[in-house]
């Protein structure tokens, strides 16, 4: 039950993140397209880190980190994935981008978590 509860989220959001890289061109459409699609890069991310902590129960700062550093190297897997679809591109500005997600997200779980 427990992969099923907490990995199964994990495998689903990794796949959601691999197919929106696997779109070409993907736009929103709206005027402000660039800042939107770089707060869904920071979104998706802190949604990923919050997935990854809750499924290894971080508690300790070594946890913490390890699950910050799978997110990050998803990101920059994705990024590399990006690179071979059409009219997209990788790119280490985003996964810096990505990255801040991840450590909002790492710190808020600390911070809440550093008394238990």
């Known amino acids: 039950m427990r992969i099923i509860k907490y990995w199964l989220p994990i495998i ?7 197919y929106l890289s696997s779109i070409p061109g993907l736009q929103s459409g709206l005027d402000n397209d660039f800042i939107l699609r770089k707060i869904a890069h920071i979104m998706e991310y802190a949604i990923l880190t919050f ?4 499924a290894f129960n971080a508690k300790t700062t070594k946890k913490i980190l390890i699950t910050a550093l799978i997110s990050i ?7 590399y994935h990006q ?3 059409l009219n997209r591109h990788g ?3 985003d996964v810096g981008i990505d ?8 710190i ?9």
């Open 91 to 93: 790119s280490l500005i």
């Open 12 to 18: 689903i959001w990794m796949g959601i993140i691999f």
């Open 108 to 116: 808020m779980w600390y911070i809440k978590n550093r008394n238990n």
């Open 51 to 54: 997935l990854l902590l809750r």
């Open 83 to 85: 690179s071979f679809v």
């Open 73 to 79: 190297a998803y990101a920059a897997s994705d990024e």
């Open 99 to 106: 990255s801040i997600g991840v450590f909002l997200t790492s």
